[in-house]
């Protein structure tokens, strides 16, 4: 199991559309083989970046969502925000789930 955080860091005043962005999300990756579910984390602190946490059964299927068709078709929705919604550069990390209280995993 591994977890892929994207960070996300968001201007104050775009807070709510980025939000309301993955409200409204096309939900393409629910139905790929390996996801096992995702969140979208609200950061607490002003100027800290909201954490987009998804959860994968292996590399491989995270790997196969990033190069599949409905990758492509889900982020193609990105541009609904403007450029100066984002404060900062994404940030990428990938880690393997060592151990969890929740069953799940």
Do not use: C
């Amino acid at each position: 199991m591994i977890t892929v955080a994207n960070r996300i860091f968001v201007a104050p005043e775009f807070a709510e559309q980025f939000e309301e962005r993955f409200r409204a999300r096309a939900g393409l990756v629910d139905t790929m083989p390996g996801f096992v579910a995702n969140h979208v984390l609200r950061p607490t602190k002003l100027g800290e970046p909201y954490v987009f946490l998804t959860f994968w059964e292996s590399h491989e299927a995270f790997r196969s969502w990033t190069e599949s068709d409905a990758f492509k078709q889900g982020h193609a929705r990105s541009g609904s925000l403007p450029r100066e919604a984002f404060s900062g550069p994404n940030v990428l990390e990938v880690h393997e789930v060592v151990t969890s209280s929740d069953p799940r995993f």
